[in-house]
């Protein structure tokens, strides 16, 4: 592995900002300076632990502890989403943007796991 470039979480996770920052822009601009602002920061969240983490992973404790922020901050997107997507039915989002948003978070955990039990050598 040379790098978090080569991690399937951060590409996932890569895609699912970009698609939840593109769809927050569509919002009623009351909602694009509060809800719109938190969606945007919490998915750049997952992306960022994930990269911070990953120049942690020497210490592997450090690199788990991001891992776990980064998929607190993917549920946070994904009752932000619903929430959103209640609320404005008429806004266009991505297709499957919540089950992008679940199945990151699932991979994340694997992931987790993975370091964990020291399958995943760096």
């Not at 619903?82 to 994340?108: A, H, Q």
């Amino acid at each position: 592995m040379n790098g978090y470039r080569d991690l399937d979480i951060y590409y996932l996770a890569k895609k699912l900002a970009i698609d939840v920052h593109l769809y927050s822009l569509k919002l009623p601009k009351y909602e694009l300076y509060e809800t719109g602002s938190q969606i945007r920061r919490a998915t750049k969240s997952i992306l960022f632990n994930i990269v911070e983490g990953y120049g942690r992973r020497r210490y592997v404790n450090e690199f788990i502890r991001f891992l776990i922020f980064s998929q607190a901050s993917c549920d946070e997107v994904a009752a932000q989403l619903e929430l959103l997507l209640t609320l404005y039915p008429g806004v266009e989002s991505p297709d499957n943007i919540i089950e992008e948003c679940d199945k990151l978070g699932r991979k994340i955990n694997k992931f987790i796991q993975g370091v964990e039990a020291n399958r995943i050598k760096f």
